[in-house]
């Protein structure tokens, strides 16, 4: 069965870094750009960053940009996003996902074909 798990996620202080990860079962993840989402409670599903199959091409959200890193490595078939200076309004539940693309193109969720069950970060003092 194909799948995309997300893990890494956790409880940090403002200010603090954690890096998620997004490993695939039953495909191969390095055809594929990957997209990672997050979505607060009471909020709608947000894109955060894409990252384009080869690594070469990333892209971010204005409010996340020079925080966060996605990068690659396709030999563990694994995607991770690397969130550094984290602050409360980035609490969410972060959701990898592939796209249908080899590119990064826009965050509608057409364009996103396998979703992961997400993982929790919760930013607080």
């Known amino acids: 069965q194909l799948q995309l798990v997300e893990s890494g996620g956790g409880l940090v202080q403002p200010g603090g870094s954690l890096r998620l990860s997004c490993s695939a079962s039953?495909?191969?993840?390095?055809?594929?750009?990957i997209g990672w989402f997050r979505q607060a409670p009471g909020k709608e599903r947000e894109g955060v960053s894409c990252?384009?199959?080869?690594?070469?091409?990333?892209n971010y959200a204005d409010s996340v940009k020079g925080r966060f890193t996605a990068s690659r490595d396709n030999a563990k078939n694994t995607v991770y996003l690397q969130m550094n200076s984290l602050n409360p309004e980035d609490t969410a539940v972060y959701y990898c996902?592939?796209?249908?693309?080899?590119?990064?193109?826009?965050?509608?969720?057409?364009?996103?074909?396998?979703w992961g069950q997400g993982t929790q970060v919760t930013v607080s003092s």
């Open positions: 039953g495909f191969t993840l390095n055809y594929y750009a």
């Open positions: 996902a592939k796209s249908v693309y080899s590119y990064c193109s826009s965050y509608v969720s057409t364009n996103f074909g396998s």
């Open positions: 990252i384009s199959s080869s690594g070469a091409a990333t």
